[in-house]
């Protein structure tokens, strides 16, 4: 069986090792030794001010909006994962949609001040696949209307726009650590910031709003990171070049042999370096995409349909149409791409979707 992605796991030497410190330490969470560290190597490495390690994806969004979306509506994308509008919904604000880019996939900037009332508090949009959403010109209407931008940036770790990490953009940023992404925790996630006073409310906010050990008069969630995580996290971090380089060889695989007009992919936008967590490839229409997953199903090949469904379409939200979001969430197939995946495998996976496709 080829899945769509196998979760990289590291030597497991290098994880009993921290394990073993673990053990003597005897500390298990509460941001010990190996959450510090993890944001130090991050923080260094990515050249941001602020960075601060969760136990998953979501919950940084959930903080975010806690923070400044305070019950409004939120200027949002149709195509992202779910967890993106269940942030919103959740956290008892309401999603406005606004439809996306037809090329980069990303919001489309030109269709936000027709969405903006006086309700609205922020902008939540993601970086789809790693491809940057338009940095600059969503500040630009963010700057007119006073309103907070948040980047939901699950996809991006390593990916930089204009030569700096794209974590660094936008009022925060938040990334997913979970299993299946580029980096991981096995659960996990990060918030990042740029001003130190949002960083030290972002702080209270993870671990139930305390301000000492005794002082918790401000209201919090529990999202600290655990250590295992950590552990885990900092021994995948050492590996990352042989995790970038392998992945790069594979998508420019599928990039060489998948250059039918019936099968492309999303336009990369100008001045990025992405990361190639995944290979996204749409078909003309429904059925060519449902026969191409067909196919590669009965040769227990397994890709998914990722971004499923447009969120404008989830039950609990206002619907509105948002037809290439919907378009797009119909045509789309994720391909396998993992670092154990094998030549072999890789050119078993082209040849179905070529064959399909004559
Ligand atoms: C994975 C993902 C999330 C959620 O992250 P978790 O760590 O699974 O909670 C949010 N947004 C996007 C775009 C994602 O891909």
Redesign the pocket.
């Known amino acids: 069986m080829i899945p769509v992605t196998k979760t990289y796991l590291p030597s497991i030497e290098s994880y009993h090792n921290r394990v073993r410190s673990i053990w003597n330490t005897g500390i298990l969470t509460n941001r010990g030794g190996f959450v510090k560290e993890l944001e130090g190597k991050l923080k260094n490495e990515f050249s941001l001010n602020h960075l601060l390690c969760t136990n998953?994806?979501?919950i940084p969004i959930q903080i975010a909006l806690k923070l400044y979306g305070k019950g409004g509506e939120i200027i949002t994308t149709p195509f992202?994962?779910v967890?993106?509008t269940a942030a919103i919904q959740w956290e008892g604000c309401t999603p406005v949609y606004v439809d996306i880019e037809k090329d980069h996939w990303t919001i489309d900037p030109e269709k936000i001040e027709e969405a903006i009332t006086p309700k609205t508090t922020c902008i939540l949009a993601?970086h789809v696949f790693g491809n940057p959403c338009d940095i600059e010109h969503i500040q630009t209407i963010a700057k007119k209307f006073n309103l907070k931008v948040i980047y939901?940036a699950?996809?991006c770790f390593g990916v930089t726009y204009k030569e700096r990490s794209i974590f660094s953009y936008g009022d925060i940023s938040t990334c997913?650590?979970?299993a299946t992404?580029i980096f991981h925790t096995a659960?996990g996630?990060a918030l990042i910031c740029n001003q130190p006073q949002d960083y030290e409310k972002i702080f209270g906010l993870h671990n139930f709003g305390h301000k000492g050990k005794l002082d918790c008069s401000g209201l919090g969630i529990n999202a600290k990171m655990s250590e295992l995580s950590a552990a885990m996290g900092l021994s995948v971090y050492e590996d990352m070049d042989l995790i970038y380089n392998k992945r790069h060889t594979l998508a420019d695989k599928y990039k060489t042999h998948l250059t039918s007009e019936f099968c492309t992919s999303f336009k990369l936008r100008a001045n990025t370096s992405i990361n190639n967590s995944y290979y996204p490839v749409v078909f003309k229409d429904i059925k060519t995409r449902a026969n191409v997953e067909e196919a590669l199903n009965r040769n227990e090949i397994i890709p998914r349909r990722y971004f499923y469904p447009s969120l404008n379409k989830l039950p609990y939200v206002n619907q509105q149409k948002m037809p290439i979001a919907e378009s797009l969430a119909e045509r789309i197939l994720c391909l396998p791409l993992y670092h154990s995946l094998t030549d072999k495998e890789q050119m078993q996976v082209i040849k179905i979707i070529k064959e399909t496709l004559s």
Do not use: I
């Open positions: 998953n994806g979501t992202s994962y967890a993106t993601t939901d699950a996809h997913s650590f979970h992404k659960e996630g």
